[in-house]
């Protein structure tokens, strides 16, 4: 079964302090993994995907392919990281593709 | 340039209607994908075009749904008889190409059934 499990619904920090959103997934194939974020009152945007291995706005996201993991990471958070943060698994299959979202979590950075 | 558009941005609608929403995807861009959310979940794969073509349309909830796409371009979703359960945002995104590593995503639908 293809799945993304977000464990943390909500998740609140305050500015300066580091943050971490967990994302476990469950795949039969090579998995390709992203981060979409959501901020108000804005569409869903990509923030960065495992394969290019880069960090956008100081976030970073490793795929632990042992723990089948994939958890977005900041050092130090910001009050516009405010936002929901989605993890999704992209899966291919008899000549489909599409993106399997996790629940989301809501990330409250306060000042 | 223009992302990725949909219209109507809101529709309410009465129990047994049907509704029909639009897409319009980033031009050029050969693979178009619906989804839905609903209240509290993420979001759930419906249809996904490559060109004008369906592949998958196994996400489609029930038989109420269909979906078509003219052109590589234009794609309506279609729900016909519609019931509360279809509340949801419905949600259009396209890519220049299958296994692109990125999908756009439009503003979506708010769909609410009465």
């Known amino acids: 079964a293809q799945r993304v499990t977000q464990p943390e619904k909500l998740l609140s920090v305050f500015k300066g302090a580091p943050v971490e959103l967990k994302c476990n997934y469950s795949?039969?194939?090579?998995?390709?993994l992203f981060w979409y974020v959501q901020y108000s009152r804005q569409r869903l945007q990509l923030l960065l995907r495992?394969?290019s291995r880069e960090s956008i706005k100081g976030f970073t996201a490793d795929l632990n392919k042992g723990e089948t993991s994939f958890h977005l990471k900041k050092p130090f958070a910001q009050e516009e990281d405010s936002a929901m943060y989605y993890c999704a698994l992209r899966t291919t299959q008899g000549g489909s593709e599409k993106l399997v979202f996790g629940k989301g979590t809501k990330l409250t950075v306060n000042p | 340039g223009a992302g990725v558009s949909q219209s109507p941005s809101n529709k309410v609608t009465e129990k047994g209607k049907d509704v029909e929403l639009r897409c319009d995807p980033i031009?050029?861009?050969?693979?178009l994908y619906w989804y839905r959310q609903r209240l509290g979940q993420g979001l759930e794969f419906l249809i996904y075009?490559?060109?004008?073509?369906?592949?998958?349309k196994s996400g489609l909830p029930s038989d109420r749904f269909s979906a078509e796409r003219t052109g590589e371009s234009v794609s309506t979703l279609t729900i016909q008889r519609t019931q509360q359960e279809d509340s949801a945002v419905y949600l259009c995104?396209?890519?220049?190409?299958?296994?692109?590593?990125?999908?756009?995503f439009g503003p979506g639908t708010r769909l609410t059934v009465t």
């Open positions: 795949y039969s194939g090579s998995p390709e």
């Open positions: 075009f490559q060109g004008n073509s369906a592949p998958d």
């Open positions: 495992h394969i």
């Open positions: 031009s050029g861009h050969t693979a």
């Open positions: 995104a396209s890519s220049l190409q299958a296994g692109a590593n990125e999908q756009y």
